[in-house]
Every structure is written in structure tokens, then in C-alpha cells.
């Protein structure tokens, strides 16, 4: 009896423990968010050279470099620039380069072949990534921000880029590739890198999130969980024209709430103004926030190629669960 006492006391504990964590999971996402909808420009640093191509059978190449690679260091000093790695490279001799590979890292001995315009290795790279994408949330009492409801992904389009930091700058869309069945749309916008609009920390699986530098011009709304996201009528705010923000009718047709890709929320464009602008969603889209019943719900994070006026998107509360801030 005993034996079944505390037994049983183990299982309350551990019960009482279980809804704790619970609510304090939840008790972590904020009530209230503002809703953004602008595009910015997002530039993020990769801590390295990204390796974008390879000429065949170049140094690298045979050494056994992969576009997508990124290199750390040369000769055990920390890179960060294509000319820091220039100079490092014009005496032309052999160098052992630090490379990370997905989340491994390995070195790779090589020499550099001499040509007529100097020592090369075969490769081509960039020490930064950037693009155009839309906010989807501010917090006002923090300054926290999210966007794009996805990460940025390396050249393999799998996992989230490693990077090390980035910025968001000012953008005004000049144009728009309008999306038909077969071949996805696409923003065009100019970015002012004079100013910096904020800053990005964390590049996740469901989205970049860092700090804005001022509050956007909207009211904070309440902020669904995924139980209260429901089959029906919704709006999205989207920039895609210059840097005027609107609202558009969208309808959401199926929940996955299990979906752990980004894809819980199948939605409709249902808004004549934007299936005329650009065919429905578009790429640089993604992000834009996804409001029901007064609350922000979630965040569109994917186009359907080929039925353009569909797409996915994501819980807000899961973009939020990967955002520091609320962890």
C-alpha cells in the first residue's frame, strides 16, 4: 500500500509538473503582436564564404569541394571577406581551408593553380545572402520582430543557412512577376541600404527573427493559438506595390495542425485586387501576416506552382516557439 501511495504521488507530481510546463509554454507567447506586411530587404552574413559554384576540375573541385560549402578559415585565420581571402590566396601556395558542411566541419589541403591573371582555386562565393521578404510581426514591448514564416536556406534548399547575423533595410516594391500555373510569380523591390530598419539574430525553420528599430504603423491585435484558427474567410496584408501595405480577402480552406513543414494553414486568395496584381501569391511574399476574427494567426509561407491563387501557411504559434524571445 505503501508502495502504491507513492507511486501514485510520483505520477501526480509528474502530472503537476507536465501542466506546468505547459502553461508556462503558453504563458510565453505574447497577447497582443502587431501585424506588419511590409517588405524589406534582408541581407544575412554567413560567418564565412559561401561557396556558390566550382569550374571543373580546378583545384577545388578536386579537392573535393561542394557548392554549398562554406568556408571558415585559411590556414587557421577566420575569413570573412572575398578579398580577405584574395590576399590570403596571391602567393599561391598550398593552403589548408576550414570548410562546414550541413553541421560538420572538415579541412581540405590544396594548391592554388597559377594563371594569367593570377592564383585561383575554381570557385565562386559570397560572403553574404540577401533578398526581399515581408515582416509579419512586431512586438511592441520588446521590439522583437519575425518574417518570411521560413528560414533562408543554403544553395541545397534544405536546411535554414548557418548565418551569423544580418539586417533589414527599407524596400519599395518596383514590380511584380505576376504568377501563373507552372511558373511561380515574384516580387521585384529596391532596397535603401542607407538606413537600417533593424537587425536579424536567428535564421529558423519557420522564419528570421531579430529586432526592429522602430514600431511599424499599425495596433497590435490579439495573437491566436492554433485551436482558435478555423476553415473560412481571413485577410493577409501584403506590399506589392511601392510601400503601401493593404489588406486582401483570402479564404482558408484545410488545417494541419500536425504538419511540422511550415504548412498548417492551405489558403485561397480570393481578392479579385490582388489576383489581378499578381496571380495570387508570389514569391517575397511569404510572411505576410494572415489575420482571422480579429486575431493574427498565422503567416504565408508557401505558393502551390501550379495553382498560383493557392499557397501554405504557417501557425504563428509555431513560427513563435523558435524565436528566442518567447522561449
Known amino acids: 500500500m505503501k508502495h502504491l501511495t507513492l507511486t501514485l504521488r ?131 514591448e520588446t521590439g522583437v520582430c519575425g518574417a518570411l514564416g521560413h528560414g533562408v536556406t543554403g544553395l541545397s534548399g534544405m536546411q535554414p543557412l548557418a548565418a551569423t547575423g544580418g539586417i533589414l533595410v527599407p524596400s519599395v516594391v518596383s514590380g511584380v512577376k505576376k504568377g501563373v500555373r507552372g511558373t511561380p510569380g515574384e516580387l521585384h523591390g529596391s532596397f535603401d541600404v542607407s538606413t537600417a530598419l533593424g537587425s536579424v539574430s536567428q535564421n529558423e525553420t519557420h522564419g528570421i527573427f531579430g529586432t526592429l528599430n522602430a514600431s511599424p504603423a499599425h495596433e497590435a491585435v490579439p495573437v491566436a493559438d492554433s485551436t482558435q484558427v478555423r476553415t473560412g474567410a481571413a485577410t493577409i496584408l501584403a506590399n506589392v506595390d511601392g510601400a503601401e501595405t493593404r489588406e486582401y480577402c483570402v479564404r482558408i480552406d484545410k488545417l494541419y495542425p500536425q504538419a511540422e513543414n511550415g504548412r498548417n494553414l492551405l489558403i485561397t486568395v480570393t481578392d479579385e485586387r490582388l489576383l489581378e496584381k499578381t496571380g495570387g501569391i508570389v514569391q517575397g511574399m511569404s510572411g505576410s501576416p494572415i489575420l482571422q476574427d480579429g486575431r493574427l494567426v498565422g503567416a504565408v509561407t508557401h505558393v502551390l506552382v501550379n495553382r498560383p491563387e493557392q499557397g501554405y501557411g504557417i501557425f504563428l504559434q509555431n513560427m513563435l516557439a523558435q524565436c528566442e524571445a518567447y522561449q
Do not use: W
Not at 507536465?18 to 534582408?42: E, F, N, Y
Not at 593552403?95 to 570557385?123: H, M
Open 10 to 140: 510520483r505520477t501526480i507530481t509528474a502530472l503537476f509538473l507536465a501542466i506546468t510546463l505547459c502553461v508556462q509554454a503558453l504563458a510565453a507567447m505574447p497577447d497582443r503582436l502587431v501585424p506588419c506586411g511590409h517588405t524589406a530587404g534582408i541581407k544575412l552574413y554567413t560567418g564565412g564564404l559561401l561557396i556558390t559554384a566550382l569550374d571543373e576540375q580546378a583545384p577545388a573541385q578536386r579537392a573535393g569541394l561542394r557548392a554549398g560549402d562554406t568556408i571558415l578559415k585559411i590556414d587557421g585565420t577566420r575569413v570573412s571577406s572575398v578579398q580577405d581571402a584574395s590576399l590570403r590566396l596571391s602567393s599561391g601556395k598550398s593552403v589548408c581551408l576550414s570548410v562546414r558542411r550541413g553541421e560538420k566541419q572538415a579541412e581540405f589541403y590544396l594548391t592554388p593553380e597559377k594563371t594569367d591573371a593570377g592564383y585561383r582555386l575554381g570557385i565562386s562565393v559570397r560572403d553574404n545572402i540577401s533578398g526581399i521578404g515581408t515582416i509579419t510581426f512586431y512586438d511592441p
